[in-house]
Every structure is written in structure tokens, then in C-alpha cells.
């Protein structure tokens, strides 16, 4: 945890400070609902209902926290994908993998306790942009439903561990991860 806790911070800072600056956006998206009304009256209905595109659910809150949810999905992923790389391969690089080899301590351990502390920074990232979530969605939405807002956020967190298990799985094949380790 401690070699994690700037990049950790950074990220958390930068991510949850963007899904602010997004859902500040929501009023005057909501204003403008008469021009998404003329965009969309252009296309034909069934191009409409083929992307599954209703205004109603678009303008609302959680609609919108989808919308911008979707972008920030990629930071999360890209997030546990190099914490699953760098995972193994900064204690192969560092040669600490050596020493930790050498105590009494079993190895599926030391994986389980790594796995553990990159399981908890996820989980944290997570929990910092659900209460910038649920602090919009008491400013804004018309109506307030902290179960969706978490569905919504807590749903990430299956990818982001999906994304961490396929990292570490490229960490551990290939033994050494040249880039960001920070």
C-alpha cells in the first residue's frame, strides 16, 4: 500500500474531481432539453429504438451519470489493468521478490496479501466516486434514488476487477513490465 499511495491518490483526485466536473454540466444539459428534442426529432424511429435512445432517460440524473459513467469507466479499467501488471513486476524489477522468497512465508501468500491491498485501493477509488455521486444526485436530481446511484457506480468495480485479474495474469507471464509503474 505504501509504494501505491501517490499513484493512488492521483488517480483518486483526477477521477473523482472529472465525475464532478461532469454532473456540475447536468443543469445546463437539462436546459437545453428542447434542442436534444429537435436533434432527435431528425432521425428516423427506428434508428431511435436500434440504440435504445429515449430522451426522458437521458435527461434524467441517472441517465446522465450513465452517459458520463461510461467515460470514466475507461480511467477505472486502465486504473486495475496496471495494478494488476505491476502487481508482480515491480518486485521482479525491484529484486524484492528475492527476499520475500526467502522468509517462511508461502508465496500464494504473498499473492493473496498484494491481491488484497490492490482489492482495497479499488475499492476505495470506488467508494471516493460514489460520495461524489450521491453528493451530486442530493444537488440535482428530481428524484433521488441512492440505490440506482449505487448500482450505477458499484457496477465498475466487477470490470475493474475483471481488468486487475487479466493484469496480473500478463504480469505474471511476462516477467518484466517496461512501462508505468507509477
Same mark, same amino acid.
Request: one cysteine or more; aromatic letters at 16%.
Given at each position: 500500500?505504501k509504494?501505491e499511495?501517490k499513484?493512488?491518490?492521483?488517480w /483518486?483526485?483526477?477521477?473523482?474531481?472529472?465525475?464532478?466536473l461532469?454532473?456540475?454540466?447536468?443543469? %445546463?444539459?437539462?436546459?437545453?432539453?428542447?434542442? *436534444?428534442?429537435?436533434?432527435?426529432?431528425?432521425?428516423?424511429?427506428?434508428?431511435?429504438? #436500434?440504440? #435504445?435512445?429515449?430522451?426522458?432517460?437521458?435527461?434524467?440524473?441517472?441517465g446522465?451519470?450513465?452517459?458520463? *459513467?461510461? *467515460?470514466?469507466?475507461? /480511467?477505472?479499467?486502465? *486504473?486495475?489493468?496496471?495494478l494488476g501488471?505491476? /502487481?508482480? +513486476?515491480?518486485?521482479? %524489477?525491484?529484486?524484492?521478490s528475492?527476499?520475500l522468497?526467502?522468509?517462511?512465508?508461502?508465496?500464494?501468500?504473498v499473492? @493473496?496479501?498484494?491481491g488484497? /491491498?490492490?482489492?482495497?485501493?479499488? +475499492?476505495?477509488?470506488?467508494?471516493?466516486l460514489?460520495?461524489? #455521486?450521491?453528493f451530486?444526485?442530493n444537488?440535482? #436530481?428530481?428524484?433521488?434514488?441512492?440505490?440506482?446511484?449505487? @448500482?450505477?457506480?458499484?457496477?465498475?468495480?466487477?470490470?475493474?476487477?475483471?481488468?486487475?485479474?487479466? +493484469?496480473?495474469?500478463?504480469?505474471?507471464?511476462?516477467r518484466?513490465?517496461?512501462?508505468? %509503474?507509477?
Amino acid at each position: 500500500l505504501k509504494t501505491e499511495k501517490k499513484a493512488f491518490l492521483i488517480w /483518486a483526485i483526477s477521477l473523482t474531481v472529472t465525475l464532478l466536473l461532469f454532473l456540475f454540466m447536468y443543469p %445546463s444539459i437539462l436546459k437545453e432539453k428542447q434542442a *436534444y428534442e429537435k436533434i432527435l426529432a431528425v432521425y428516423p424511429k427506428e434508428v431511435l429504438e #436500434a440504440f #435504445a435512445i429515449e430522451l426522458d432517460t437521458l435527461l434524467s440524473f441517472h441517465g446522465y451519470l450513465c452517459y458520463v *459513467y461510461g *467515460y470514466l469507466l475507461l /480511467a477505472l479499467v486502465i *486504473y486495475s489493468m496496471r495494478l494488476g501488471l505491476t /502487481a508482480i +513486476g515491480k518486485e521482479i %524489477s525491484r529484486n524484492t521478490s528475492e527476499f520475500l522468497f526467502t522468509k517462511p512465508v508461502k508465496r500464494s501468500r504473498v499473492l @493473496l496479501e498484494k491481491g488484497l /491491498a490492490d482489492f482495497f485501493l479499488m +475499492g476505495l477509488l470506488t467508494f471516493f466516486l460514489l460520495l461524489a #455521486a450521491l453528493f451530486m444526485e442530493n444537488l440535482y #436530481a428530481e428524484e433521488r434514488n441512492p440505490g440506482i446511484t449505487f @448500482l450505477i457506480v458499484f457496477s465498475a468495480f466487477f470490470l475493474q476487477m475483471l481488468f486487475y485479474s487479466l +493484469g496480473l495474469l500478463i504480469g505474471i507471464m511476462k516477467r518484466k513490465v517496461r512501462f508505468f %509503474s507509477s
